[in-house]
């Protein structure tokens, strides 16, 4: 069953605006990571916080992980017509060595 | 370095017919999955490994079977395909580093079953 659960499920947005995702879980993690997908491909790996973290940055991306709330928000600043793509949360449980438990995705479109 | 491969990219099965899919790593991790993507929904765990010669079961393993006898090869066979299979597959694989590492994925095979 999907532990991560993302908010929204779809987000438009115009260039140059910021886009915020969220992700919600339902178990202690080690960690959570986000990805992308884009349309037809595979996932690529975005960023990744560790439970003990509570903001994280790369490049134009922020995400911030509150364990107490069991949520995570992805903020990509200044969009681009590049960053249209769908974007997943995956949480690593603490009673798990190899899992990763996947939420169904924020498809994510930037209007030029 | 090519990371993940699956092949083949896209198959057009009959109901009943057998096919295997390939994933290859040239990464040496010990970790691989088999997920199955349908429209609209997440990633739904099919079988997964975590050492060559080991697999076990995931969320929807009913109906696929699954060989790793080489570290950087994880096979996903359907006996018997069913409409139902219709999907897009996506392998991973993951280095046992500790709990904090990220998964490499594949680019997919669209399997269409009629």
């Known amino acids: 069953s999907q532990q991560g659960e993302e908010d929204p499920q779809a987000l438009s947005i115009q260039e140059g605006e910021n886009a915020t995702m969220n992700c919600s879980y339902k178990t202690s993690i080690n960690n959570l990571q986000w990805y992308r997908q884009n349309s037809g491909r595979g996932l690529v790996h975005l960023i990744l916080i560790r439970s003990n973290e509570r903001e994280k940055h790369s490049g134009r991306l922020r995400v911030t992980l509150d364990t107490s709330k069991k949520s995570s928000s992805l903020l990509i600043t200044a969009s681009r017509a590049a960053d249209t793509a769908s974007y997943f949360c995956?949480?690593?449980?603490?009673?798990?060595?190899?899992?990763?438990?996947w939420g169904a995705g924020t498809k994510l479109i930037i209007k030029p | 370095n090519a990371g993940v491969t699956q092949t083949p990219k896209f198959r057009v099965l009959k109901t009943g017919q057998s096919m295997t899919l390939l994933c290859a790593q040239d990464?040496?991790?010990?970790?691989m999955y088999w997920y199955r993507q349908d429209p609209g929904m997440g990633l739904r765990l099919i079988h997964y490994?975590?050492?060559?010669?080991?697999?076990a079961k995931g969320e929807v393993p009913d109906g696929y079977n699954v060989s790793r006898l080489k570290k950087q090869n994880f096979l996903l066979g359907l006996e018997s395909a069913a409409p139902s299979q219709t999907s897009v597959y996506f392998c991973?694989?993951?280095?046992?580093?500790?709990?904090?590492?990220?998964?490499?994925f594949g680019q997919g095979t669209r399997l269409t079953v009629v």
């Open positions: 990464m040496n991790h010990e970790y």
């Open positions: 995956a949480t690593a449980p603490m009673d798990s060595n190899y899992q990763l438990i």
């Open positions: 991973a694989s993951r280095p046992w580093t500790g709990y904090n590492t990220e998964a490499f």
């Open positions: 490994s975590v050492g060559e010669g080991t697999t």
